[in-house]
């Protein structure tokens, strides 16, 4: 059996050892001569922690052994149980001087956060670039990254902000970037100013969380006019600047604490939006056109009154098909005010309503009566309850209720579906 494998080519024998993780691969060294030819030819290395201390080492070795030309990608993950006694920065070096596309790196080690050698930020060929934990990112002189199209930058720390913008405008055609950020990252400002940027995501998290001091003082600054889809999730209450996005298609504003007018007014372009509002904005939500809005999903936080800033926005959105809400369980009650005209939306496009954790409280009844009554397209209507008791009566009464649609079905599944793409 052993003869008749290793009789394969060796191409085929590196397509066998690409499909098993390449801590077996390298292994299979010990099996005979043939393999152990074949394992230094592996053009992809990831090693991923297994709880084994000596993860390093092995790496290490690995690599000395390692003998292809050409190293395509290395994926290395050391764990919080490794031992810090190795030299990480000469395996960028290698990988690097091998001409590697996927580079990615997660240090959960419990060393201190570790510089990589300056060739890293100038390597031609890396297409695919992501740095995790523990790693200082001292981006001192020019970088250049030619290739580069894809870069994460999680949880690391920066030597300075000028690091940051040498790294971000290294490549020209840069198009996702991804950043998760906590608040010991030495940086103040974080800037974002990428010509080629498609794909933004951005979110801040707290490591060492005491005490009530939930704000930190510093800005987001964005300048990426060609992003189409932009995520952000920022509970450090930010000041937040974002130029203008005219290809905006999908955005997630999971929190942005005090969005002004600017803010939203860069959303206009958006078809599918989520947003979590901190705050009403009936002001901007007044003044904002969303021409080409098909799908808006809704969170209001619990304080906030929010009902005008929705039927302001339904008033200025026409093209909406979907809206789905979901209100918290302890949010105050919204105030109705009926609408003095029936929005666009309302009369020619909304098929699909839902909302998530209903409370049936007057007001909030009256938006549900009034789609019901005023929607001309609807299709569905799925509403779950978040007070379920006398569950029957409360169907019955949103039942009754009249529906200008004949063809709407009105549903109360215990889980309304809530799945923004
Ligand atoms: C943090 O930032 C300061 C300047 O703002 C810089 O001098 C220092 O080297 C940075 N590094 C670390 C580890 O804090
Ligand atoms: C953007 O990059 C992130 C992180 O690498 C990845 O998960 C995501 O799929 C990428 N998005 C696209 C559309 O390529
Ligand atoms: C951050 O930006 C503000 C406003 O632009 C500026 O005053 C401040 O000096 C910046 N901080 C650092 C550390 O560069």
Known sequence: MENRICDLPDDLLLLILILVPTKVAVTTTILSKRWRFVSKML?????NDDGNE?????????????????????????????????????????????????LDFKLLWTAKPTSFPKSLYTCDTIVDLSLSNEIFVDVSSQARLPSLLRLSLLHVVYKDEDSLVRLLSSSPILNNLTVERHEEDNLTNFTVKVPSLQILYYVTTWRNKDGDDDRLTGSLVIDAPAL????????????????????????????????????????????HLLLCLTEPMVECCTATKFSWLIEFY?????????????????????????????????????????????????SSNLEIFGWVDYGGREDEKQL??????????????????????????????????????????????????????
């Open 54 to 102: 000596k993860l390093g080492w092995f790496i290490d070795q690995s690599l000395q052994l390692h003998k292809a030309p050409k190293l395509r990608s290395l994926i290395v993950e050391l764990g919080p149980s490794c031992t810090v006694d190795v030299d990480v920065g000469k395996w960028i070096e290698y990988a690097v001087n091998r001409g590697v596309y996927v």
């Open 228 to 271: 189409t889809k932009f995520d952000i999730i920022d509970v450090w209450d930010y000041y937040c600047l974002i130029e203008n996005m005219p290809c905006l298609v999908e955005a997630y504003i999971g929190f942005v604490p005090n969005p002004n007018d600017k803010f939203l007014r860069n959303l206009v372009s958006v078809r």
């Open 43 to 47: 053009r992809l290395l990831e090693f």
């Open 298 to 346: 809704f969170r209001p936080e619990e304080s906030v009154d929010w009902l005008d800033s929705l039927m302001f926005l339904l008033q200025n959105s026409p093209k909406l098909k979907t809206l789905m809400i979901k209100t918290e369980p302890q949010s105050i009650a919204p105030s109705w005010n009926q609408p003095n005209s029936i929005p666009g939306c309302l």
């Open 368 to 421: 549900v009566t009034y789609i019901l009554a005023n929607a001309e397209c609807l299709k569905k209507v799925e509403i779950s309850f978040l007070d379920t008791s006398n569950l029957e009566e409360k169907q019955k009464e949103l039942q009754s209720s009249p529906r200008i649609s004949s063809s709407c079905q009105l549903l109360f599944p215990t889980q309304v579906e809530w799945d923004f793409s």
